[in-house]
């Protein structure tokens, strides 16, 4: 059974920032892929970024530059920095743990979320 539990949300002015963290625990499997996504209210849930086990990040245009993802491998715990947060970056923000076996079976395991409020 694999677990992710998410923490670090918060209520921070725009301009401020957030460490949001995401401990895997379980039977978790290499390489895997580690992504952040967030659902505002109303909206569809969108990816923000993701990191692979190697490294490799893939961010969304809209918080190049100010969102930073990396990861402790020895813990399974990835971390998202979030600086120059805007209103609209308000949302529940979720971490899911990928990884591909076998044929291509894919695994995806999804924590409960973190909510981050941004005040203007």
């Given at each position: 059974q694999v677990q992710l539990v998410e923490s670090?949300?918060?209520l921070v002015q725009?301009?401020?920032s957030l460490r949001l963290s995401c401990a895997a625990s379980g039977d978790i499997f290499s390489p895997n892929v580690m992504t952040w996504y967030r659902q505002a209210p109303g909206k569809q849930r969108e990816l923000v970024v993701s990191i692979a086990s190697g490294g490799n990040t893939d961010y969304a245009d809209s918080v190049k530059?100010?969102?930073t993802i990396f990861r402790d491998n020895t813990k399974n715990t990835?971390?998202?920095q979030m600086n120059s947060?805007?209103?609209e970056d308000t949302a529940v923000y979720?971490?899911?743990l990928r990884w591909t076996r076998?044929?291509?079976t894919m695994y995806n395991y999804w924590g409960q979320g973190t909510q981050?409020?941004?005040s203007s």
């Open positions: 670090g949300g918060g725009a301009g401020g530059g100010r969102f990835v971390y998202l947060l805007k209103p979720y971490c899911k076998g044929w291509g981050v409020t941004v």
